[in-house]
């Protein structure tokens, strides 16, 4: 066998600023080992020194969704099949050691033996931009239901005055109440100093709701130009569709089956069964964000749909619990999810910049 006939297989082991890549042949022979730099320059000369050893047919990636996120999307661009790898479980390093050359070499033998199979996110369209504005909103959502919080717990041991002055206000009056007062410059008296907080707090709050409505702004049209047929679906709307586009991805097709995205959902049923009780529990793994999506929109449609109305009567009638029925809809929901994902996949089209 010439040298350009061999057909090798490679596993890398990413770190913050450091890969360490291995390759290995189609029999799992060892061939070598290196480290690079985690830089545009390192990526090119990982590829090219794998490729001096022959045809690369698969490299094992572990850590697709972070360190690794970059290098995973240069081998793709060259055309390279890149495999999804998890670390090792505590078992395997027990018994094997933890050093980066051995996990690197792991990596590929998984890739080699279909131990990993999974084709890892592309991160590279619309879906990834709107993951990113999530990040930036989720935290401003955290901080705005904080700062409400603090402002509630505040006034339940303010001076009398000051809780009187805000009695049987909703949440809009009362914001717009407290970040108006003028406390005096004397810190030193409580109901000043109550007043002065409050003011901060609630300026706080107001200055987070227009981010998270600018937000909402810049993330809606993304949504829907990657998967406007997603928005279409009864009780989907731009916040559970954003969230669903991202655990899916930019490339859906990487998901094989319906039942494959149920499972990574967290909505495929598990069997429960025990003698002569034969009955399926709800799945506690998978992505728990796409699950919450899930969720939100069965109990939507429990409230607005007249199906899953008749649904749930019928299925009550059969004496499943309130539990079940959520769980048997969040499975009929994942079914349309999935077609709506791959029927029309998102759209790659270049973020407009300013």
Not at 74 to 85: F, M, P, Q, Y
Not at 108 to 126: C, I
Not at 144 to 164: C, D, F, H, K, Y
Not at 210 to 225: C, F, G, K, M
Request: proline fraction near 5%; charged fraction near 25%; glycine fraction near 8%.
């Amino acid at each position: 066998m010439t040298h350009d006939s061999l057909e090798v297989t490679g596993g890398v082991d990413t770190h913050g600023s450091t890969h360490h890549a291995a390759v290995i042949d189609a029999v799992g022979r060892h061939l070598a080992d290196r480290e690079f730099p985690a830089t545009s320059c390192g990526y090119r000369d990982l590829l090219a020194w794998m490729g001096s050893h022959g045809t690369v047919v698969g490299v094992g990636v572990e850590g697709t969704g972070a360190y690794g996120a970059e290098l995973a999307r240069v081998l793709t661009a060259a055309g390279v099949r890149v495999i999804e790898v998890d670390r090792p479980d505590r078992k395997t390093r027990r018994r094997q050691g933890k050093s980066d050359p051995i996990d690197a070499y792991a990596a590929a033998t998984a890739v080699l033996s279909g131990r990993a199979e999974g084709t890892p996110k592309s991160r590279d369209g619309a879906v990834e931009a709107v993951r990113i504005l999530r990040v930036a909103r989720r935290s401003a959502v955290k901080a705005r239901t904080q700062a409400i919080n603090q402002i509630r717990g505040l006034l339940v041991s303010a001076p009398a005055a000051l809780r009187e002055q805000t009695t049987g206000m909703n949440r809009t009056a009362l914001i717009r109440t407290l970040a108006a007062l003028r406390p005096a410059p004397d810190l030193s008296d409580p109901l000043t100093a109550a007043r002065a907080t409050l003011r901060r707090l609630a300026r706080r709050y107001q200055t987070l709701d227009t981010e998270i409505r600018e937000l909402d702004a810049h993330i809606a049209p993304l949504v829907a130009q990657a998967a406007p047929a997603l928005l279409n679906l009864l009780g989907v709307g731009p916040e559970t569709a954003g969230q669903l586009l991202i655990s899916a991805g930019d490339n859906p097709q990487r998901m094989r089956s319906e039942a494959a995205f149920a499972h990574l959902a967290g909505v495929a049923p598990i069997p429960a069964s025990s003698g002569r009780t034969h009955r399926h529990r709800l799945n506690r793994g998978g992505d728990r964000a796409a699950n919450n999506a899930l969720y939100t929109i069965a109990v939507v449609r429990m409230r607005h749909d007249p199906r899953t109305h008749a649904y749930v009567e019928r299925r009550t009638a059969q004496g499943l619990s309130k539990k079940d029925i959520i769980r048997c809809l969040k499975r009929f929901i994942a079914r349309e999810v999935y077609h709506a994902l791959t029927e029309h996949p998102p759209q790659h089209q270049p973020a407009e910049t300013a």
